[in-house]
């Protein structure tokens, strides 16, 4: 029989401390959807506090003056960084606690104390640049926890893969020019940020291990799982990473307020199958699931239980084999495009 799979979850009631205007699609009732389908776990799922990122873990990827901007902005909040990011009295201290919180999950899967993990922490970071904050994010908790991986852990080689349904501009761009870091994003273009468009494939040294999949509104299961299976799994193998991080937004949901897609709850458990599997298959099942957007209750909660079903299962699931494209669909032409792009 299989040893049983050692599976954390990162949370905190302090993440609904961060508190925005009325009516903002980034507040705290998201963190509590998620909340629901840890609890229906029980058991079976570990769990611990955050702690505060560190200032040499954030400084790895942020300028000095980005994090005291953030303070400043704390200690007269409320106040607004930029039309749509906000900040409260206690977003500072939240905003550590999430960057922290994903890389002490990152780092304990890295030392083997865990085999996967699910960060459910807010604000969301892959929208945070090095000087500023965006897109509701503060800090970029993926990229702050690659770092710690890298400087702390000695991980080389690390996939980032976003399925949020915004591109992280943030993420892409600390990343862009390092091939020691493959970041790989699905996403509805055009759309916010205005970033990620297919010829973005990294600069210099870096050229080819950004791996941008722009998707049209309206996409839903087959084309997510479809990107996966025939694009993301084969530059994932081909780049064999020592370990995965998934900017693992919600926002893609058919319910979704602020996005066009259409994924169920099925095609987020198909597409941490197939993560999964590659984490089985090239890095020891190391591979953490990091909260980003998602902002309809029931995407939320959809989303979250998706993943920990796969998380939790005893048996790994499988590299499924892909069945042929139809021709003229719009899987069949976003699929063309990358591999085209990308010589695949």
Not at 146 to 162: H, T, Y
Not at 231 to 236: E, G, N, R, T
Request: glycine content about 10%; some cysteine.
């Amino acid at each position: 029989m299989p040893a049983k799979r050692k599976t954390a979850v990162v949370e905190d009631k302090r993440f609904l401390d961060h508190r925005g205007p009325a009516g903002h699609p980034e507040r705290p009732e998201r963190i509590s959807a998620v909340g629901a389908a840890l609890d229906a776990r029980g058991a079976a799922l570990g769990r611990f506090a955050p702690r505060a990122a560190t200032p040499d873990e954030i400084l790895r990827v942020h300028s000095r003056e980005h994090l005291e901007q953030v303070a400043e902005a704390s200690q007269r909040a409320p106040a607004l960084l930029d039309a749509d990011t906000y900040v409260s009295a206690r977003s500072l201290e939240v905003a550590l606690l999430a960057a922290g919180g994903t890389t002490e999950l990152a780092l304990r899967v890295a030392r083997g104390e865990l085999d996967s993990g699910l960060a459910a922490v807010r604000p969301p970071g892959h929208h945070a640049e090095s000087d500023r904050a965006m897109g509701f994010c503060l800090f970029n908790n993926v990229a702050i926890a690659a770092r710690a991986l890298q400087e702390q852990e000695s991980v080389d080689r690390i996939m980032i893969l976003d399925w949020d349904v915004h591109h992280g501009n943030g993420t892409q761009h600390f990343f862009e020019s390092d091939p020691s870091v493959l970041y790989a994003s699905t996403h509805q273009f055009p759309f916010y940020p205005g970033t990620g468009a297919v010829g973005e494939i990294g600069v210099g040294r870096g050229e080819g291990s950004t791996f941008n999949v722009p998707l049209p509104a309206g996409c839903g299961d087959h084309e997510y799982v479809g990107v996966l299976e025939r694009l993301v799994a084969p530059a994932a193998q081909s780049f064999r990473p020592e370990m995965i991080l998934i900017s693992c937004g919600f926002d893609a949901h058919r319910d979704d307020p602020l996005a066009a897609m259409n994924v169920t709850r099925e095609g987020f458990r198909d597409m941490a199958a197939i993560v999964r599997a590659l984490a089985e298959d090239l890095c020891g099942g190391r591979i953490v699931f990091v909260l980003e957007g998602g902002y309809a209750v029931s995407g939320l909660r959809d989303g979250a239980n998706a993943v920990l079903d796969v998380m939790l299962g005893e048996d790994p699931p499988k590299l499924p084999k892909s069945e042929p494209v139809l021709s003229d669909t719009v899987l069949d032409a976003v699929v063309e495009q990358v591999a085209s792009t990308h010589s695949l």
